[in-house]
């Protein structure tokens, strides 16, 4: 399905503003410590699903994505220490996937109309906190991150689609969509 009338959509949870300001300070502690500019990158988000759809599509996702949205509850991420992607990424890592995996489940419908990007988004949901590293930076980077302590924990209560035409273009917001409040017990209640 990835032809040129296709576009690239990510799904993301940004963190609060708490989280946002730690992971910018490590972004630039990593500038400063290892000597290397870092290209340009979205603002620090949680990849939930990454995928490719016709353009004449974008309507009926964000259609299909609200009304998933508004029957979902918002939900705690916990970033917990760092890896890597052998050998150009250097990330925080998400210590439980459960209620992304939930989520993801319930975007099965959109299964037979779009075509999933393969790759890191699919298999280790994370924030990134340096990527397209020279090796050897990577390598010296791996072998001091893996010894640090980084532990947060934020509050989902919205996702953001974002997209682009082709991989020259930046990702742009399509659309945002809010969650339920959290332990949001309305549809669980019996009259």
């Known amino acids: 399905m990835q032809t040129q009338s296709s576009s690239?959509?990510?799904?993301?949870?940004?963190p609060d503003k708490t989280v946002m300001?730690?992971?910018?300070?490590?972004?630039?502690?990593?500038?400063?410590?290892?000597?290397?500019?870092?290209?340009?990158?979205?603002?620090?988000?949680?990849?939930?699903?990454h995928f490719f759809a016709s353009e004449g599509m974008e309507?009926?996702?964000?259609?299909?994505?609200?009304?998933?949205?508004?029957m979902e509850q918002g939900f705690n991420l916990t970033l917990n220490n760092y890896s890597g992607f052998p050998s150009h990424t250097i990330y925080i890592r998400l210590q439980?996937?459960?209620p992304l995996q939930h989520f993801?489940?319930?975007?099965?419908?959109?299964?037979?109309?779009?075509?999933?990007?393969?790759?890191i988004y699919r298999n280790?949901?994370?924030?990134?906190?340096?990527?397209?590293?020279?090796?050897?930076?990577?390598?010296l980077a791996l072998s001091d991150y893996s010894r640090r302590i980084f532990h947060e924990s934020f509050q989902v209560k919205e996702l953001v689609?974002?997209?682009?035409k082709d991989s020259f273009e930046s990702f742009k917001t399509?659309?945002?969509?809010?969650?339920?409040?959290?332990?949001?017990?309305?549809?669980?209640?019996v009259a």
């Open 161 to 164: 689609l974002l997209g682009r």
């Open 21 to 49: 300001d730690k992971i910018l300070a490590e972004r630039f502690h990593f500038t400063e410590t290892y000597k290397v500019r870092l290209r340009p990158q979205l603002r620090p988000h949680v990849p939930v699903t």
């Open 96 to 98: 439980h996937l459960d």
């Open 104 to 119: 993801l489940t319930q975007l099965t419908a959109m299964t037979d109309f779009v075509e999933p990007a393969h790759g």
């Open 59 to 70: 309507p009926t996702l964000v259609r299909w994505l609200q009304k998933i949205c508004r």
């Open 174 to 189: 399509v659309q945002v969509f809010g969650l339920l409040p959290a332990n949001n017990d309305l549809f669980n209640k």
């Open 124 to 139: 280790r949901p994370h924030i990134s906190l340096a990527g397209n590293l020279p090796a050897s930076v990577y390598e």
């Open 8 to 14: 690239e959509y990510l799904l993301v949870a940004y």
